[in-house]
């Protein structure tokens, strides 16, 4: 069956707009509810939220319908979604929920799922609950003296920042360093600066003032340029830009060059390789992570391992083949042995953990690699078909032989945005510009038409 609700980060949409409208959310709380109601024991769930107005809207209308079944509803403040993965575990929650749309706009909103090990829920569970959210709920609902409670944690964000803060090495502090963090106005915003401040450091905040609207708007993990420009105009050690949900991290150097998810991973492996403490041979990552940490890797005698786009594929499948390693060149860094989901902060830690060990700055530790040139476009689709035009698979076959040998190519429809995003990699920078070129002018081809003839 085609999934509608859930892609491949959950449920994402424009506000007020099916599916992301309290109605639905009201449902999709309900046929949660049902799957996850077993047993006799009180049964709880554990809802955050980043600093989108719409949180406001989605927020009741989740506690609704899991009060409704007969869930007890812990609320918190804005809190990142590893946030809410490990309280799901620490509160022995049946299940979590993250209402975000992580790093696209104010205007868009999204429904993460947590079961109540802490994990992303599977393709199949999630096909579970779409398929129930249009049935009639009446007979399933909880009598007048079986209803859900609602509550507020009020301590949510001092948990979590220890949480944190343990997975810091206990002998190492972050003193003599200046850290300008970027918290993209959304759920990290009071925790992750309290986090670096407490273990240290001296820390230059923006991007900290969240009204609702301005959320990745020209900052964070997917604009980091303010945060480069702030570490070289307060001349810091090190620049942290998370996103809005704060479980992706871009790191720039103290010379405020971007340093991306390959050069973090290919930092943290090699790490814990040395360490004697990486599982698994390597590295899981996906099809986007560039040939050069592939390259990286395969020199010092681990693999990398390709997964689908989304951390959730990245994560079932260290899960499944023990590894504890893994992460996507987004900026997504899964260290299992701290966390069950992607945690901008504690990947941040560990890299400045690395920095303060060593005593060598960011720009020497951070670029392991020499990447490959490539280059990832996005182009909008109307939700036609334009892969399966004979022009746009003739443009896909040719982009492929013209790499052969020497370089990958990737055309894939987003889960979380209606964009194709088309991604090119080899040794000729020239060749790459040229082969995204065409595909992405073809698809922009087989739209213009599309308009036309409606």
Same mark, same amino acid.
């Given at each position: 069956?085609?999934? /509608? !609700? $859930? %892609?491949? +980060? &959950?449920?994402?949409?424009?506000?007020? *707009? =099916?599916?992301?409208?309290?109605?639905?959310?009201?449902?999709?709380?309900?046929?949660?509810?049902?799957?996850?109601?077993?047993?006799?024991?009180?049964?709880?769930?554990?809802?955050?939220?980043?600093?989108?107005?719409?949180?406001?809207?989605?927020?009741?209308?989740?506690?609704?319908?899991?009060?409704?079944?007969?869930?007890?509803?812990?609320?918190?403040?804005?809190?990142?979604?590893?946030?809410?993965?490990?309280?799901?575990?620490?509160?022995?929650?049946?299940?979590?929920?993250?209402?975000?749309?992580?790093?696209?706009?104010?205007?868009?909103?999204?429904? /993460? !799922? $947590? %079961?109540? +090990? &802490?994990?992303?829920?599977?393709?199949? *569970? =999630?096909?579970?609950?779409?398929?129930?959210?249009?049935?009639?709920?009446?007979?399933?609902?909880?009598?007048?003296?079986?209803?859900?409670?609602?509550?507020?944690?009020?301590?949510?964000?001092?948990?979590?920042?220890?949480?944190?803060?343990?997975?810091?090495?206990?002998?190492?502090?972050?003193?003599?360093?200046?850290?300008?963090?970027?918290?993209?106005?959304?759920?990290?915003?009071?925790?992750?600066?309290?986090?670096?401040?407490?273990?240290?450091?001296?820390?230059?905040?923006?991007?900290?003032?969240?009204?609702?609207?301005?959320?990745?708007?020209?900052?964070?993990?997917?604009?980091?340029?303010?945060?480069?420009?702030?570490?070289?105009?307060?001349?810091?050690?090190?620049?942290?830009?998370?996103?809005?949900?704060?479980?992706?991290?871009?790191?720039?150097?103290?010379?405020?060059?971007?340093?991306?998810?390959?050069?973090?991973?290919?930092?943290?492996?090699?790490?814990?390789?040395?360490?004697?403490?990486?599982?698994?041979?390597?590295?899981?990552?996906?099809?986007?992570?560039?040939?050069?940490?592939?390259?990286?890797?395969?020199?010092?005698?681990?693999?990398?391992?390709?997964?689908?786009?989304?951390?959730?594929?990245?994560?079932?499948?260290?899960?499944?083949?023990?590894?504890?390693?893994?992460?996507?060149?987004?900026?997504?860094?899964?260290?299992?042995?701290?966390?069950?989901?992607?945690?901008?902060?504690?990947?941040?830690?560990?890299?400045?953990?690395?920095?303060?060990?060593?005593?060598?700055?960011?720009?020497?530790?951070?670029?392991?690699?020499?990447?490959?040139?490539?280059?990832?476009?996005?182009?909008?689709?109307?939700?036609?078909?334009?892969?399966?035009?004979?022009?746009?698979?003739?443009?896909?076959?040719?982009?492929?032989?013209?790499?052969?040998?020497?370089?990958?190519?990737?055309?894939?429809?987003?889960?979380?945005?209606?964009?194709?995003?088309?991604?090119?990699?080899?040794?000729?920078?020239?060749?790459?510009?040229?082969?995204?070129?065409?595909?992405?002018?073809?698809?922009?081809?087989?739209?213009?038409?599309?308009?036309?003839?409606?």
């Amino acid at each position: 069956m085609a999934r /509608k !609700l $859930f %892609g491949t +980060d &959950g449920i994402r949409g424009r506000t007020n *707009v =099916e599916p992301m409208t309290a109605e639905t959310a009201l449902k999709v709380a309900m046929a949660a509810a049902t799957q996850f109601r077993r047993g006799d024991h009180r049964h709880r769930v554990v809802i955050g939220k980043d600093t989108r107005l719409s949180g406001y809207m989605l927020e009741p209308a989740l506690a609704a319908g899991f009060i409704a079944m007969g869930l007890d509803v812990i609320m918190t403040s804005p809190l990142p979604t590893p946030a809410v993965a490990m309280l799901t575990r620490s509160l022995r929650a049946d299940l979590g929920v993250m209402i975000s749309a992580s790093h696209n706009p104010y205007e868009d909103n999204g429904i /993460k !799922l $947590f %079961g109540p +090990d &802490g994990y992303k829920l599977s393709d199949a *569970v =999630e096909a579970t609950i779409e398929a129930m959210v249009d049935e009639n709920f009446t007979d399933r609902l909880a009598p007048a003296s079986m209803l859900g409670r609602a509550s507020r944690l009020d301590d949510a964000s001092g948990r979590y920042i220890e949480y944190v803060k343990n997975t810091f090495p206990k002998r190492l502090t972050l003193d003599g360093l200046k850290i300008v963090v970027d918290c993209a106005h959304g759920a990290a915003y009071k925790v992750a600066p309290r986090v670096l401040a407490e273990l240290g450091a001296e820390v230059v905040s923006i991007a900290v003032e969240p009204n609702g609207k301005n959320i990745n708007d020209n900052c964070g993990a997917v604009a980091p340029q303010a945060m480069q420009e702030a570490v070289v105009l307060h001349g810091a050690h090190m620049g942290i830009a998370l996103d809005g949900d704060a479980d992706r991290l871009i790191v720039a150097d103290e010379h405020g060059a971007r340093i991306d998810g390959d050069q973090i991973m290919a930092l943290v492996t090699r790490e814990a390789a040395d360490a004697g403490t990486l599982k698994g041979g390597g590295l899981v990552s996906t099809i986007m992570s560039n040939l050069g940490l592939e390259r990286f890797l395969n020199r010092i005698n681990l693999k990398l391992v390709r997964t689908p786009v989304g951390d959730r594929y990245v994560v079932e499948h260290m899960r499944a083949n023990g590894f504890n390693v893994g992460g996507e060149q987004s900026g997504h860094i899964v260290l299992s042995d701290h966390s069950t989901t992607g945690d901008g902060l504690i990947a941040a830690l560990q890299v400045l953990a690395c920095v303060k060990q060593r005593g060598r700055p960011a720009s020497e530790i951070l670029n392991l690699f020499e990447p490959l040139p490539q280059l990832l476009r996005s182009v909008g689709y109307s939700g036609g078909r334009p892969l399966e035009h004979r022009s746009v698979i003739q443009c896909i076959a040719d982009g492929e032989e013209r790499l052969k040998g020497s370089g990958r190519l990737s055309v894939r429809k987003s889960g979380t945005e209606p964009v194709i995003r088309v991604m090119a990699e080899g040794e000729d920078e020239t060749t790459v510009n040229e082969v995204v070129d065409r595909i992405c002018g073809a698809i922009a081809d087989f739209e213009r038409a599309l308009a036309a003839a409606e």
